[in-house]
């Protein structure tokens, strides 16, 4: 399993970011993928998560109306839109994928949201 995120950066208040999640090594259309963040001197919380065939997603309170998870399956590729960035946005960003009982997770991409 191999997921490699992107689209991470330095970013003004009230901007937008488009990350991306590339995943290899297993049949991503029958597995649901989540979008996890981890800010300094924090634990990793979830932000959101898409199903198999993108019919269903959740999203934590802070993300809500903000932020969008949609996935392409013929790309086995997941995005998440994050619209109207605030500071507390500012986190490392993780694709995750739980497999067979195993969390499986990509390196990360950092978002900085600063003016």
């Known amino acids: 399993v191999q997921l490699v995120e992107s689209g991470g950066g330095l970013v003004q208040p009230g901007k937008s970011l488009r990350l991306s999640c590339s995943a290899s090594?297993?049949?991503?259309?029958?597995?649901?993928m989540k979008w996890y963040r981890q800010a300094p001197g924090k634990e990793r919380e979830l932000v959101a998560y898409?199903?198999?065939?993108?019919?269903?997603?959740y999203y934590s309170d802070p993300v809500k109306g903000r932020f969008t998870i949609s996935r392409d399956n013929a790309k086995n590729t997941v995005y998440l839109q994050m619209n109207s960035l605030k500071p507390e946005d500012t986190a490392v960003y993780y694709c995750?994928?739980?497999?067979?009982?195993?969390?499986?997770w990509g390196q990360g991409t950092q978002v900085f949201v600063s003016s």
């Open positions: 995750n994928v739980r497999r067979m009982m195993t969390d499986y």
């Open positions: 898409i199903t198999t065939d993108g019919s269903s997603t």
């Open positions: 090594g297993f049949t991503f259309s029958t597995y649901i």
